[in-house]
């Protein structure tokens, strides 16, 4: 089992910066690939960012390339997502997930937090 619990959500004006966090804790860990996730209620769930196991491999969404940026620190169990230049569409609820499948389908997500909601005001 493992646990995940995000933190760093709330309102920003666009242009502004966010960094969520999710710490994680339970068995294996470092064995998971990980990733984040957003949705609203108008959309289904959306791949945003994931990054491997030893903080590797990291894939950012088209949405989002080049103004968000995943990275993990296994010595922690935390992992991260800066958000920098941030629009009123990105405004959701964001998600950490764990799988063991290097994914971007959440289907295959082992492993849910319970969100941060994210509110950017123009």
């Known amino acids: 089992q493992v646990q995940l619990v995000e933190s760093g959500g709330g309102r920003a004006l666009a242009g502004g910066s966010l960094t969520l966090s999710c710490a994680a804790s339970?068995?294996?860990?470092?064995?998971?690939?990980m990733s984040w996730f957003r949705q609203t209620p108008e959309k289904e769930r959306e791949f945003v960012a994931r990054i491997g196991r030893s903080g590797g491999t990291p894939w950012i969404s088209d949405s989002v390339r080049g103004r968000f940026t995943i990275s993990r620190d296994n010595a922690k169990n935390i992992v991260y997502l800066q958000m920098n230049n941030l629009k009123p569409e990105d405004t959701a609820v964001y998600y950490c997930?764990?799988?063991?499948?290097?994914?971007?389908?959440?289907?295959?997500?082992?492993?849910w937090g319970r969100g941060t909601q994210v509110t950017v005001a123009s």
């Open positions: 997930a764990a799988t063991q499948s290097l994914s971007t389908d959440a289907v295959r997500y082992d492993y």
């Open positions: 339970g068995s294996y860990v470092r064995s998971y690939h």
